[in-house]
């Protein structure tokens, strides 16, 4: 069974930085993307940034020239660099893997149980 653990989140004031890790365990074959995603009050679930196994990455346009993401894929954790923080990044913070558990499984996704990242004004 795979588990997925964030950490890192806070509350921190306008234009401070946060670093946000994932920490991936049990049976993990290979994660094809790892990526994070948040939660803000009241709205649905957003994709903030990824990154492929190839060493692809994509941000959420909110997220561009502010935030970072970053892998080592042997350990199977992702981090998530977070520069220049507004009060509208306040939201629980998603660890996501999509992959596969063994070799002879279907690919599927996987998610952490959040953490929340507070940004004052």
């Known amino acids: 069974q795979v588990q997925l653990v964030e950490s890192g989140g806070g509350l921190v004031q306008a234009g401070g930085s946060l670093r946000l890790s994932c920490s991936a365990s049990?049976?993990?074959?290979?994660?094809?993307?790892m990526a994070w995603y948040r939660q803000a009050p009241g709205k649905q679930r957003e994709l903030v940034a990824y990154?492929?196994?190839?060493?692809?990455?994509n941000y959420a346009d909110s997220a561009k020239g502010r935030f970072t993401i970053s892998r080592d894929t042997a350990k199977n954790t992702v981090h998530l660099q977070m520069n220049s923080l507004k009060p509208e990044d306040t939201a629980v913070y998603y660890c996501?893997?999509?992959?596969?558990?063994?070799?002879?499984?279907?690919?599927?996704?996987?998610w952490g149980k959040g953490t929340l990242v507070t940004v004052s004004s």
């Open positions: 996501n893997a999509y992959g596969r558990a063994t070799l002879g499984s279907s690919a599927m996704d996987y």
């Open positions: 990154k492929t196994s190839g060493g692809s990455t």
């Open positions: 049990g049976n993990i074959f290979s994660f094809n993307v």
